[in-house]
């Protein structure tokens, strides 16, 4: 009989805990401060044709 009682006890006690996971957003908004540095280079390959054709008209631009 005891044994039931504590099976019984130990059954409400794990039904009492349930897991529980939440996620919620930050009430206040994120701030990210970054620095960085960007450099970039740009080629422009023109070709050969193009610019012989821009030699010849030079007056063109």
Do not use: Q, Y
């Not at 970039?40 to 008209?57: A, G, P, Q, S, Y």
Request: proline share 5%; net charge negative; glycine share 4%.
């Amino acid at each position: 009989m005891n044994k039931l009682i504590v099976v019984l006890a130990g059954l409400v006690v794990l039904m009492g805990c349930s897991p529980r996971v939440a996620l919620e957003a930050p009430k206040e908004p994120i701030t990210i401060n970054l620095n960085v540095k960007i450099e970039h280079e740009i080629r422009v390959k023109v070709e050969k044709d193009l610019e012989t054709l821009f030699e010849e008209e030079s007056e063109l631009f």
